[in-house]
Nanobody, 123 residues
Framework: QVRLVESGGGEVQAGGSLTLSCAAT????????VAWFREAPGKEREFVAS??????STWYGDSVKDRFSISRARHMTFLQMTMLKPEDTAVYYC??????????????????WGRGTQVTVPS
């Protein structure tokens, strides 16, 4: 069982930057595609970004394209967020599944979820 632990959340002013980290407890993590999803109050969980097992391919949600960047190294995954907006306020979840492309299509392809970390961008 892969356990995922997110960190790095907090409050940041609009236009600022923040980097989220996700640490996996098992080395089998390297066999998984990894993704970040987010959930704002009263809204459905939304795909943010995913990355392939090798790290060579990435996918992004339309609302974060050109502002966010996903990367991975060994048992860690990172989400660099720039030009943050109030609408980016949400709980951000790290997730692992079979392929990065499948994670981009649907959260039903997620095998393991982290507990989430709050990101707040005041308006």
């Amino acid at each position: 069982q892969v356990r995922l632990v997110e960190s790095g959340g907090g409050e940041v002013q609009a236009g600022g930057s923040l980097t989220l980290s996700c640490a996996a407890t098992e080395l089998s993590f390297i066999r998984y595609g990894v993704a970040w999803f987010r959930e704002a109050p009263g809204k459905e969980r939304e795909f943010v970004a995913s990355i392939s097992r090798s790290g060579d391919s990435t996918w992004y949600g339309d609302s974060v394209k050109d502002r966010f960047s996903i990367s991975r190294a060994r048992h860690m995954t990172f989400l660099q967020m720039t030009m943050l907006k109030p609408e980016d306020t949400a709980v951000y979840y790290c997730a692992a599944g079979g392929r990065g492309a499948d994670l981009a299509r649907s959260s039903s392809n997620v095998d393991h979820w982290g507990r989430g970390t709050q990101v707040t961008v005041p308006s």
